[in-house]
């Protein structure tokens, strides 16, 4: 057979020995996880948006209470965004949430509520790519569907020795061409779940555990132990370091702290948060005698910020502040992460709301 982009130039005896070694080693044992246990699609659906940027142990619990309370793509659709989002809050990158239940309103009114199984259909909807359709195509329906994921990328990538790295065209090319010509059509979900069991448990960004990898003998990095060459480490953005002050206005008869809600336009739309100001830009703090609690810290991306707590003298609203409202500390609706920090922080001084 002449090698075409989807047939790449590898012995066909090689491909179907490495799948088995791959889906025999994935069977023998993995790890116990909750989205493992069922094929149904939009359970599958929603462990694959959870766990993009995520890592699974955090992933856990939150998919375990989501299913619960959101059962199906019909409850999911039905639900108040500021519920979905509250069952969402701490798992960061809300965007993705608020795409799932949009998706979810397409899955009901376009397909009777379940998930369908064509990728046409799938990457129609908000917030599934190529990846994400995929793993739904290979786990929920069985279809020999590739994927191409970080840890997915590594382990292809030293198998066979790729050149060219991550943010190359080329080189993400030929990794979907490889994802593409070795998934069996016969075992694709174990297949697939076994390269990302194998990339997040063995085949890691260092001191990969070669020895106990199934693969081992047919990858080209381990072979002239090179393997922590192959992907080359992506430059990382320089990290941008920003401070910020966070103002808790409090009531003492009740505890409500004063807080806005972002706008549409706003990153994290809909969340509530206390002000959250740069300090040339306050006309509060400890500029009028405001207490400093300390400081948290919250990352995103390449973005470190230092946020300072201040809790303001007396029960009004800080100036500058905008609309907002006084709210209890755990009303139900979703809250920023920096808000939800510097809520703890004061709640480990409870002295100093009394």
Request: aromatic share 8%; with cysteine; hydrophobic share 45%.
């Amino acid at each position: 057979m002449k090698p075409t982009p989807s047939n790449p130039p590898a012995a066909p005896e090689r491909g179907r020995a490495l799948a088995g070694a791959l889906v025999r080693w994935f069977r023998a044992g993995h790890r116990d996880l909750p989205w493992r246990k069922t094929r149904e699609p939009y359970r599958v659906w929603i462990s694959e948006i959870m766990l993009q940027q995520t890592r699974v142990e955090v992933v856990v619990p939150y998919y375990e209470r989501f299913v619960v309370r959101f059962p199906t793509a019909h409850a999911l659709a039905a639900a108040p965004l500021d519920d979905v989002l509250a069952a969402w809050a701490g798992l960061g990158y809300y965007r993705r949430a608020r795409q799932l239940q949009a998706a979810a309103a397409l899955v009901v009114r376009d397909h009777g509520g379940v998930l369908p199984a064509d990728e046409t259909a799938l990457r129609a909807l908000p917030g599934i790519g190529r990846y994400t359709a995929g793993a739904i195509r290979s786990i929920a329906f069985g279809q020999a569907a590739p994927i191409v994921d970080g840890n997915v990328a590594r382990v292809l990538s030293r198998l066979f020795a790729l050149p060219g790295g991550p943010g190359e065209a080329a080189w993400e090319k030929r990794l979907w061409t490889l994802a593409a010509a070795l998934v069996p059509a016969a075992n694709p979900s174990a297949f697939n779940q076994g390269l990302m069991e194998l990339g997040a448990t063995v085949c890691t960004p260092r001191s990969p555990g070669c020895d106990s990898c199934p693969l081992a003998r047919f990858c080209k990095a381990h072979a002239t132990g090179r393997e922590e060459a192959y992907p080359p480490a992506k430059q990382r953005a320089k990290v941008e370091r920003i401070e910020r002050w966070v103002l808790l206005a409090v009531r003492p008869r009740d505890g409500a702290v004063w807080m806005r809600r972002r706008g549409a336009d706003e990153h994290n739309a809909g969340q509530w948060e206390a002000p959250l100001v740069a300090p040339a830009d306050a006309d509060t703090g400890p500029r009028v005698g405001a207490r400093e609690l300390g400081t948290v810290r919250h990352a995103i991306l390449a973005t470190d910020f230092r946020v300072r707590v201040f809790l303001l003298p007396g029960a009004r609203a800080p100036g500058g502040a905008g609309p907002g409202r006084w709210r209890a500390p755990d009303a139900e609706g979703p809250v920023t992460t920096i808000t939800r920090k510097a809520l703890a922080l004061l709640a480990s001084q409870p002295a100093l709301t009394r």
